[in-house]
């Protein structure tokens, strides 16, 4: 979609990142490809991080139909001071 907008060029190195409502827990260097020419020229370059068994099993992954609250699942993430 970057690419078709014109805010990328074709070809190019871009980092990508991705998750769920939960948070962010994926990226990938990838190279750059417009929608038409997406399965001839879209690569995958690197895989930086991807979760391979999530730390946290969530109720609402073992409990089907599980409705209640996930905010005591989530700690503030604390940056060290520079």
Do not use: C, H
């Amino acid at each position: 979609m970057a690419t078709d907008a014109g805010a990328l060029e074709e070809g190019e190195e871009v980092v990508t990142l991705g998750g769920t409502y939960k948070g962010l827990d994926t990226a990938l260097v990838v190279r750059t490809a417009g929608s038409t020419t997406l399965f001839s020229r879209f690569e995958v370059l690197e895989i930086i991080a991807k979760p391979r068994y999530p730390k946290i099993r969530f109720p609402e992954y073992e409990q089907e139909n599980w409705q209640g609250d996930l905010d005591q699942y989530y700690r503030p993430i604390e940056l060290p001071l520079v």
